[in-house]
């Protein structure tokens, strides 16, 4: 059957610059069918703008698409869809005001005198589910479902519309554990049916078990493309990191930087259900881990000491004093800083200048007889800038403007900038490339190096291990383990930890 | 919060029954009842004066159906009103100079005109509606007091007047008939067509609706024209029923329509759209004037208890 040989894509020498800033250089890339493919490398490495260009939201400036052998020409997203190519969107591309049925066939709804049948809808989407295996009423509105069943309405949308081809981008990046199995059992459904997959994603464990084959992108070049078996990990973090090291992910032992001085006792805090009598003594200096699966309380139990959550018993305690945080400010005059987990909506204000996202917590400090000086805000703001290295072309442009790696920065050193004695953060990595990530890492031990203690929570275990001195798991809102980072012997011990299994 | 394992058909669907969505009914139900029995008196109850109440809310409620779309394409029309009262000047200028039919198309033109200009702005401009009907507001209250020197133009056109006003289709006032036409097809069009299925995708999730194929500038430019026509044949019901045009018949009366929409349980954030809601929520606030007049109260008073009872429906009838 020749016919099977060949690639239901092929991309070949792919060129893209934006100005004058080339950001593909010749790539080639091509799926074959029924084959779950991978593509990695760091943000900004080109994956995305290469994922654009297939389904139609960029225009190549060179090279040509081939689907199924035949050459097209992808000019907008329609033209995507016609040739098979379906999204499942990292950010949920549904109507939450619709039912599920009315979202995978919105704009192809079956119609009847120009009305339309929403049960003739909603039987099509049922022998859809059926033919994927999964068990979801169409009838529900999208906007009552957990996530894991609207990425499933997503790909359910894909399909619908005939897609021979999804590009999932890291699609389990809010799944928990066993909706992750849902999703690669599916996925293995799908293959068998003749659909491929381009699969994005950072995370090496779900690569190594579902992927066929990966691609690796770096500054805009495909550096790899090989079978999997073929690979080791280090080889694929090698391809995707270039010459730099993983240095910043070996653990050193930092125990002559932490004092015996408890900075903060948590006793027996409770918050509603999803924070159950945590205690917990944080030394000055010392970097303390939380882990767990999402949900387990990690986030309530720092927002509970923050204050931005009210403890419905148990006390806080800082250097011996009992404190009561009736909100952020109250922390913040204790000399509690808080990086939350959602730097866009909870850390920053996108459309504001660097400046004064930077000085927002110092306002009060800033004041000539009463009112804002301009000039002082912009004196601190550039030291600021100049301690954390915040790359930027002038205090003055907006945070939303800034990458990742810097926006990140500009959170940590407006918080650092109020001299906190205890610095949380949640999920400080999230949506940060490698490089980025190995320097807000390096920071962390900085931070810690200078006699703040900091209590950090994070999904990605590697970056957990390497600058934790100590690591309590939680579970359901309790600690359910409390480990010296020495009787860790490596991830999987703390893998199963989390899961509860040891 | 999501309990999924529902035990009955019955349970399940209790838990899907909104109540807050649906809290017009109720509120509907109770105020009536309310009235009923406080008023019983005062002739609340009598069929003259609950024909009186439906008569007075028909132009809110017109104009309220089309702003059911605006809003649940997560836009807003500030215009509504300014609109009804120039295209009730339009009308009725138009008739005494040309006649009855241009007379009415003029009226008709005004408003949708009016609208595509908005919707124009509004869709490929990318100004927000806010600001684009805010000042349409202001631009066409100007333009009716200039054509008119502020003056109310008589309209003696008895056809006019039976067809827009006081006339009767046999036992039926036609301006029932109107309301009748307008929400009937409002409900079908937002809730069995495309174009409906799409206006609410997108008011629910822009991005989303753009992705998947729903032409998203047009649906915006076609409500706010939509919502420019209903407003201006709530504009030549005001002039049959008051037999002239004058520029301020509608007044203001965009804050009326929008808390029907609202309280009718559209969602001011779009992608919800009730019809049948909104037209019980113009009821409903006719039926808050008329207990409140009857009670005795001063237009003062009224005014404050009335902008209460709004606060709380809509407080009420509001999404978490």
Sequence with gaps: MPKELVPVIEMREIGKSFGSNPVLKAVDFSVEVGEVHALAGENGAGKSTLMKILQGVYQKDSGSIYISGSKVEITDTFSAKRVGIGMVFQEFSLIPSLTVAQNIFLTNEPTKYGLIRDSKAKSLATELFKT?????????????LPTALWQLTEIAKALAQDAKILIMDEPTASLAKHETEGLFSLIQRLKKKGISIIYISHRMDEIYRIADRITVLRDGSRVLTSRLEDLTP???VEAIVGRESSAHLLHRDRSENISEEIVLELENLTCGSKVQGVSLKLRRGEIL??????????TELVNTVFGVLRPTSGTISINGKRIKNNSPADAILNRIALIPEDRRSQGLVLDHPVTENLTLPLIDQLTVAGLLSSKKALKKSQEIIKHFEIKLAHPAITVGSLSGGNQQRVVIGKWLATDPEILMMDEPTAGVDIGTKGEILDLVRTIANSGKSVILISSELPELLSVSDRILVMKDGRVSKSLDRKEIPNEEYLQLAIQGAS | ???????????????????????IYIAFVAVFLLFAVLLRDSGFTNPNNLMNILRQTATITVMAVAMTYVIAAAEIDLSVGSIAGLSSVVTAMSISSWGLVPGIMAGLSVGLV????????????????FLVTLGMLGLLVGVARWITASAPIPIADQTYIAIFGGGQLGPVPTIFIWVTLVVGIGAIVMNKTKFGRHVRATGGNLV?????????????FIVLMLSGGGAALAGMLYAGRLQSGRFQWGTGDELS????????????FGGRGQVIGSLFGAVFIGLINNGLILMGLDVSQQQVVRGAIII?????SRKK
């Design chain 1, 132 to 144: 994927m295996e999964v068990d979801l009423d169409p009838g529900r509105l999208v906007e009552s």
């Design chain 2, 208 to 220: 989303a609706a753009g992705y998947t194929g729903v032409k998203t500038a047009r649906v915006k």
């Design chain 2, 312 to 316: 709380l429906a809509v407080a009420l």
């Design chain 2, 114 to 129: 009016a609208g595509a200009i908005s919707g124009g702005l509004v869709a490929w401009l990318k100004v927000p509606s």
């Design chain 2, 1 to 23: 919060m999501s309990n999924q394992t529902a035990f009955a058909p019955t349970l399940s669907r209790l838990k899907r029954f909104e109540w807050r969505q649906n809290i």
């Design chain 1, 289 to 298: 881990g939380l882990a767990g699966l999402m949900g387990s309380g990690r």
């Design chain 2, 257 to 268: 329509v929008i808390a029907a929409v609202i309280l009718g349980g559209t969602s001011l």
């Design chain 1, 234 to 236: 280090e080889k694929i």
